[in-house]
C-alpha cells in the first residue's frame, strides 16, 4: 500500500490527481495505481482537471499533454501559479517539444506513453519521496549545525530549528540546520526555505533538492548522471533534458549566473 504518515500516526492513501482524455487510458493507468495502493480521481479535459485541483485533497498530480480545452502544459502552468505539488507529465509522442515545454511549465519528471506500470510506480515514488523527505543534501548537517559550512558558504548559526517532519525518514532525522550563504542568497538547510536578498523564493521540491545538491559542494562540478542519481533518485538511466531544465528554471529564481555550466562534464554552484 502507498501512504503518507500524518501526525496523528495514522497513515493516509496517497492520492494522484490523473487528468488524461483517453477513456481506455484513464482507466486502466487508474486501475493499475489503485493495485498498487494508490488513490486515483480522474479527469477526461484541462479544465475539469483544474477543478479538482482546485478542490484539493491530492498528493501527486499526473498530467497527460494532450488535453482538450486546457493542455496539459497549460494546466501544469496553472498549477504551479499555486502550488509546488509534484507533477508527472504524460506525453503520448516523447516528442522533444513536449518535454521541453512540460519541464518548463514546471513539471517534475515524465514519462511517454505508453508506460509500463512498474515504471510508473518509480517514477511516482521517486517524486513522493523527493516531495516528503528532508532533502539529500541536507543530511550533512548533523551533530553541529552552527559550525557547518562547506567551502564557499558561511554559516549562520542564528536560524531557528525546523520541526520535524512526522512519519518514517530515511536515515537519521534532522531538526536542526545551517543558514548558508553564497553572496545575497542565503539557504536555511534546516527549514528547508530560500532566500534572495532577503526575500523568501518559492522552490519545488525538485528545485530545492538540487539547490541543496549544489550548496553541499559548492565550486565542484556535478555531472548529469550523478544529479539524476542523487536527487531524482533514479536507479536507472534517466533523461538528462530533465536536469537541464531544472537547472535553468532555478536559475531564473536565484540568479543566472550563480550556478554555471561546465561545458562536457556539468554544473557547480560558483563560490
Known sequence: MSHIATGDGGPLPVTVLLVEDDEVIRRSVAMALERYGYRVSTAGDG??????????????????????????IGLCRRIRETSMDPILMMSARGDDLDVISGLEAGADDYVVKPVDTAVLVARIRSLLRRATYPPAASSQVTSSPATYSPAGASADPAVPAAAGSAGPQPGPRHHHGARLRFGDLAIDTGGLEVFLAGEPIALAPTELRLLLEF?????????????????????????????????????KKIGAGRIETVRGFGYKLRR
Open 215 to 251: 550548496a553541499a559542494h559548492p565550486g565542484i562540478v556535478l555531472d548529469r548522471e550523478t544529479l539524476l542519481r542523487d536527487v531524482w533518485d533514479y536507479d536507472w538511466d534517466g533523461d538528462t533534458r530533465v536536469v537541464d531544465l531544472c537547472v535553468q528554471r532555478l536559475r
Open 47 to 72: 479544465l475539469t482537471g483544474l477543478e479538482l485541483f482546485r478542490a484539493g485533497g491530492h498528493d501527486l498530480l499526473l498530467l497527460d499533454v494532450m488535453l482538450p480545452g486546457l493542455d496539459g
